[in-house]
């Protein structure tokens, strides 16, 4: 079964540029999640999808940051313009689901972003 | 809210020598309690979990109680290797329609020959 994949890998970019990730989930996943993952701190939660519709995006700054997930299957996180303190390794994750039910989240391998 | 704490890195080792990681917790209501591993260029793994109190999570050696008196998850391994050097996080889930994890700030971990 194919992993969670993300691209680029890295990516190194000025202030006040923009800058664009892509998450393809596990296949037949409802659930998808992009964390936040600065240095010498644990993931955070940036927005969470169930399917197509956004369940929980309490903590992403959106003056800056956007996410879709059109066609219900793989998602796109954008930041514009990006800051400095947007550095950080961002962290796709998928499940089958959400709800009661304690479902395992799968994740890939991130995406180092570097902004000088 | 929910908050994880976990004991501060790096913790370095030797090999075979006996390994544990504290974390504690503070949330409402029953959550479910997990400790992730990132190894070097690697995303996040599930290592172990525990969804009640005074379940017992084990996987690969690895071994974690959850202790709801004292809102603990402590990691425990009894002789570890070197293959184990990696970044140890401790993460919490409540229940719910929107489920999810809040996560600690990582422990590394280095073990040496």
């Known amino acids: 079964e194919a992993g969670v994949a993300q691209s680029p890998r890295y990516k190194i970019i000025e202030k006040r540029q923009s800058v664009a990730f892509w998450c393809n989930p596990i296949?037949?996943?409802?659930?998808l999640y992009w964390y936040q993952q600065i240095l010498g701190q644990g993931p955070k939660l940036l927005i969470q999808?169930?399917?197509?519709?956004?369940?929980?995006d309490s903590q992403l700054p959106k003056d800056r940051f956007s996410a879709e997930r059109l066609k219900g299957v793989d998602s796109t996180l954008k930041i514009q313009p990006a800051k400095l303190e947007d550095s950080a390794v961002y962290l796709c994750?998928?499940?089958?689901?959400?709800?009661?039910?304690?479902?395992?989240?799968?994740f890939g391998p991130g995406t180092r972003l570097t902004v000088t | 809210g929910n908050s994880v704490t976990q004991m501060e890195g790096p913790v370095t080792l030797s090999e075979e020598a006996f390994l544990t990681i504290n974390c504690t917790y503070t949330?409402?209501?029953?959550?479910?309690l997990f400790w992730y591993v990132q190894y070097p260029g690697e995303g996040l793994q599930l290592l172990l979990k525990?969804?009640?109190?005074?379940d017992k999570g084990s996987n690969k050696g690895f071994e974690a109680t959850y202790r709801k008196e004292t809102t603990s998850f402590h990691l425990e391994k009894g002789s570890v290797q070197v293959s184990d050097s990696a970044v140890y996080f401790c993460?919490?889930?409540?229940?719910?329609?929107?489920?999810?994890?809040?996560f600690g700030t990582g422990t590394r971990l280095q073990v040496t020959l």
């Open positions: 994750a998928s499940s089958q689901g959400t709800g009661w039910t304690s479902y395992e989240q799968y």
């Open positions: 296949s037949g996943h409802a659930t």
């Open positions: 999808f169930q399917n197509n519709g956004v369940v929980d």
């Open positions: 949330a409402t209501g029953y959550p479910s």
């Open positions: 525990a969804t009640k109190a005074d």
């Open positions: 993460a919490l889930r409540n229940t719910g329609t929107a489920s999810k994890l809040t």
